[in-house]
């Protein structure tokens, strides 16, 4: 008895992290670190007005308290609705007004990624491609090259061969930023989500081209190798860009 009188003097004091692990020592401690007075000490150390009611807003105090007291982090994604077996991606892009590529795009295609790197590209951006994260990136087939000093935009569509519906990802945007130190040109544009989504806004597409070591260019062109579709401010695992592109606005 006295051991029980002193737990119940004790276990207000605790903080809920040590209050549910008392529960873990014995019957005897559990029964008594159950009691939803020491969970109702907890919950109005954190939320006091919830304790200004005659009852838990919950069922129970302890239950308030195991929903609410952490942050859900790592939670798990269910299973995509899309797939990229049943995805196709038409990729456009002008120097000035000249259409330079043109190209459709099989879903599997762009979740492969790229398996043989060309001979001649830098270690840095060979470094970027071989890490196992995942990525994005098909080879530009046929190769082209972009001028330097002209203005090189791109166009990006989503069909859904389940269904027949498209999406809009990227429209006419400029690559207006060349990183030479990780020999890619960027250009990004923000996503277009279904309205059935109002309060999420400012996700970017971004699309990189993937050029040739600088030291390869001549008369100031960038020889293009490959291509590069990310949604890194989002996604950055596969199920996550599926998720990301089934809240496009389909049309």
């Not at 737990?7 to 209050?19: A, I, M, Y």
């Not at 995509?80 to 099989?106: A, H, Q």
């Not at 060349?178 to 923000?190: K, P, T």
């Amino acid at each position: 008895m006295l051991c029980e009188e002193i737990l119940k003097n004790v276990f207000p004091l605790l903080e809920g992290e040590d209050l549910a692990a008392c529960m873990g020592v014995s019957k005897q401690w559990r029964d008594i670190a159950s009691d939803d007075f020491y969970w109702k000490c907890q919950c109005a150390k954190r939320w006091p007005s919830v304790c200004k009611r005659h009852k838990p807003p919950a069922e129970t105090y302890y239950k308030m308290y195991q929903m609410f007291s952490k942050r859900r982090v790592n939670r798990a994604l269910p299973p995509p609705r899309l797939s990229f077996e049943n995805l196709e991606f038409f990729i456009d892009m002008w120097s000035e007004d000249k259409l330079v590529f043109s190209g459709l795009i099989p879903g599997v295609a762009l979740d492969s990624g790229m398996k043989t790197l060309p001979l001649g590209i830098s270690n840095v951006l060979r470094t970027h491609l071989e890490r196992p994260d995942y990525k994005m990136v098909v080879p530009a087939e046929p190769r082209f090259t972009i001028p330097l000093n002209q203005s090189v935009s791109v166009s990006l569509l989503v069909a859904r061969n389940d269904s027949s519906k498209v999406a809009r990802i990227i429209n006419r945007s400029v690559f207006d930023y060349i990183d030479r130190s990780s020999y890619r040109a960027l250009a990004f544009e923000y996503l277009d989500l279904s309205p059935y989504y109002p309060f999420i806004s400012g996700i970017r597409a971004w699309i990189s081209l993937l050029f040739m070591d600088v030291e390869d260019m001549n008369d100031g062109l960038l020889d293009v190798f490959g291509i590069q579709l990310d949604f890194n401010d989002v996604a950055d695992t596969k199920d996550e860009v599926l998720w990301l592109l089934d809240m496009l606005d389909w049309k």
